[in-house]
């Protein structure tokens, strides 16, 4: 099973809760955290490191002595990152999304690959548990690339987690997609409504099953309540306000460390997804 987290803004605790989730669960599970931008899920986890690889993208490099200008690879990239202006040809690496269709539509041959480096993704472990990351390089504009990466080392006899970006951009898109649920993570305030509610579009858009889970849910007011009740979204966990978590977090411990009581509500909040994919399969099941 993959079951990703996600929330539609930052600050909402989707990390603390990732980490929670597989750290609650019996049995083989991987965590990888796909905020490639800024991971901090190993600063709950501390693995122990086993290894590191460097991870290039192939962007399109220019024989013009063999282009004939016919426009194909241009017309085809949807990115802007080859363009063609009379007898001259710019690519542009810094837009490419490794998606190889250049390459394809060249019937001159005059594009080949060349190496753009992209990150690094770092493989360890937790314990028991499997923790995997994306390092974007620094000044890289783009993380889907880095983030299939990460997403490769899927193991599929394991469970696995995914720890989603913040948002709902393409970061978030590349992430949750293949997930067989979603867990989003809100708040009981105007914004978290706000943006669960870009994020609920976001799934139902992708066929992607949902749940949410309302942290801090004794502050603000009852109107994310009232939104999940009104588009049937099911209320898998409600996490109070507590100071000792806030500065726990601060410290780098899990909420888990923190409240190990909490253990058994986790393994519930598995357990529930478990029966709503039962009860409503992927295929024809979304968030309404």
């Given amino acids: 099973m993959i079951i990703a987290v996600a929330s539609g803004k930052g600050g909402t605790g989707k990390t603390s809760l990732a980490v929670a989730l597989a750290q609650s669960l019996e049995g083989p599970v991987d965590l990888l955290d796909c905020d490639v931008e800024a991971p901090n899920g190993h600063i709950f986890m501390k693995p122990r490191w086993e290894s590191k690889e460097t991870i290039f993208a192939q962007v399109p490099q220019v024989d013009e002595s063999k282009c004939t200008y016919c426009r194909a690879c241009s017309q085809l990239c949807q990115f802007k990152a080859i363009l063609v202006l009379g007898e001259t040809i710019l690519t542009f690496p810094e837009m490419c999304h490794d998606c190889g269709g250049c390459f394809l539509v060249c019937k001159s041959g005059a594009l080949t ?8 993704v770092e493989e360890g472990w937790s314990g028991s548990i499997r923790f995997i990351h994306g390092r974007l390089k620094i000044g890289e504009p783009l993380s889907p690339p880095l983030i299939r990466e990460v997403k490769k080392r899927i193991d599929p006899d394991r469970i696995a987690i995914l720890d ?36 609920v579009e976001v ?6 099953p949902c749940g949410v889970v309302i942290n801090r849910s004794d502050v603000g ?12 979204l099911p209320l898998l966990l409600e996490i109070p306000f507590d100071r000792r978590i806030a500065a726990g977090y601060a410290r780098g411990q899990s909420l888990l460390e923190i409240r190990p009581e909490f253990k058994a509500d986790f393994q519930n909040l598995f357990r529930e997804i478990q029966g709503l994919l039962k009860e409503t399969p992927r295929v024809g099941y979304a968030c309404r």
């Fill in 203 to 208: 799934l139902t858009g992708l066929g992607i």
């Fill in 221 to 232: 007011d009852r109107k994310v309540k009232d939104y999940l009740q009104a588009r049937g």
């Fill in 113 to 120: 690959a060349a190496q753009k480096e992209l990150g690094e």
């Fill in 164 to 199: 989603a970006p913040p948002g709902t951009s393409c970061p978030v898109i590349q992430t949750v997609k293949g997930s067989d649920f979603t867990v989003l993570v809100t708040e009981p305030t105007p914004f978290g409504l706000f943006d669960l509610k870009l994020a």
